[in-house]
């Protein structure tokens, strides 16, 4: 039987005589690029005039909040780099004693609506008159990809 040190020792000449040696492994090898890596882009292809939609529930933070048979207004806003807010996609819900006390929303647009250097959040808000009763808190409750389709569940205070 053949032990692991015997093995090594009948290789060891012919690593030798094929000119490798431990010099080889600790080359290192520039990579350079004309463009710096923060001004690089994601290379993959965004999805361009395709139906998305964003979905989830609603669910009352506190048992207090005027919730069920109330409506709720969803909607789904771009904030451009400029500081600018536009609506993508708005609908309207409300929470019923059969769907046990929560709202479920669906919000749907078309890719070709995005602005690619912008960010996207869901806004829920229940407004009487000019008064907001409640809304949810948007930065929770941000679009990580915007070209696909999410699920996005909302604890609204």
């Known amino acids: ?44 292809p965004k999805p361009q005039n395709s139906p998305v939609s964003v979905q989830g529930w609603l669910k009352p ?11 709720v207004n969803v909607t789904l806003e771009e904030f451009n780099p400029s500081g600018e807010a536009k609506i993508v996609a708005t609908t309207t ?9 929560l709202a479920r929303y669906v919000l749907e ?12 959040f869901v806004r829920v808000e229940v407004k009487q008159g000019e008064t907001v009763l409640w809304h949810n808190n948007v930065l929770f409750s941000g679009l ?3 070209y696909q389709d999410s699920t996005i569940n909302i604890v609204v205070k």
């Open 61 to 71: 933070g506190s048992s207090d909040l005027e919730f069920v048979e109330v409506p």
């Open 1 to 44: 039987m053949i032990t692991i040190l015997q093995r090594c020792a009948l290789f060891l000449p012919l690593l030798v005589l094929t000119g490798c040696d431990s010099s080889d492994a600790s080359k290192q090898v520039a990579v350079t690029s004309p463009v710096p890596v923060t001004a690089q882009k994601a290379t993959a």
């Open 93 to 101: 819900t409300k929470a019923s004693y059969e769907t046990g006390f």
């Open 109 to 120: 647009y078309n890719t070709n609506q995005l602005d690619e250097d912008a960010k996207y």
């Open 144 to 146: 990580s990809n915007p």
